[in-house]
């Protein structure tokens, strides 16, 4: 079973940040969280990933709480191509498979 | 384009036949992976390779499937005596081992199996 949650959907306007929120409370020290999109159609992308500091890429921002029980995966400025279904993942580095969730399914509204 | 290739994307067959999924991973990449997903659940994970050994098998993985990957380059995935349960969509994903964070798996665009 996968170890997050994620809500099933969320909506978000056009140009506005889209924050998706993950809980993982039974995380372990030695887990990172990393998180995954997957546009209609297509395989799943790599967005992200931390330990313990907050993350910025050219993608998303990645904000983990202090006790690292959740995490929160930022999109600036969504735009229409953002529409994907997100999955949040926990796994140590050196697993070889990814276990994926239900993830959130984000609309972004024009 | 992730760089990882699979052939065909779609596939419609009947119950009871035999089809074979092939998948061209990044060249590099010594590690190669599959992963099975129905309608509204996320990948599940089926089987990879490190080179040409398969090291990994999950209890997902049926004796009606086998995979595949004789020179360590692409890999391929047959179900024998398809069941209208197989349809889905499969996906492959490669990577550089050893992992380390952030090097993640690149995936396919996925193959899409119907079992009429």
């Known amino acids: 079973d996968a170890k997050t949650t994620q809500p099933p959907s969320m909506d978000c306007a056009e140009g506005r940040a889209a924050n998706l929120p993950c809980n993982h409370s039974t995380i372990s020290g030695n887990e990172y969280v990393y998180w995954y999109r997957q546009i209609h159609s297509q395989g799943p992308q790599y967005i992200i990933h931390g330990l313990k500091n907050n993350e910025t890429n050219e993608m998303a921002s990645l904000i983990i709480t202090e006790d690292r029980k959740s995490s929160t995966l930022i999109l600036p400025h969504a735009t229409l191509r953002d529409t994907a279904v997100y999955y949040c993942?926990?796994?140590?580095?050196?697993?070889?498979?990814?276990?994926f969730g239900k993830g959130t399914r984000l609309h972004i509204l024009p | 384009d992730t760089g990882v290739s699979q052939d065909p994307r779609h596939k419609i067959t009947k119950r009871g036949q035999n089809v074979t999924f092939r998948c061209d991973p990044i060249?590099?990449?010594?590690?190669l992976y599959w992963y099975r997903q129905t309608l509204g659940q996320g990948p599940e994970f089926l089987t990879y390779?490190?080179?040409?050994?398969?090291?990994?098998k999950s209890r997902l993985l049926s004796d009606r499937f086998s995979a595949e990957r004789p020179k360590g380059s692409f890999s391929t995935l047959e179900i024998q005596r398809t069941e209208q349960g197989d349809s889905a969509m499969y996906l492959c994903?490669?990577?550089?081992?050893?992992?380390?964070?952030?090097?993640?798996?690149?995936f396919g665009p996925g193959t899409r199996l119907l079992v009429l």
């Open positions: 060249s590099e990449h010594n590690r």
């Open positions: 994903a490669s990577s550089l081992a050893p992992q380390r964070p952030g090097k993640t798996q690149y």
């Open positions: 993942i926990v796994r140590v580095d050196r697993d070889d498979k990814i276990i």
């Open positions: 390779f490190q080179n040409e050994a398969q090291l990994e």
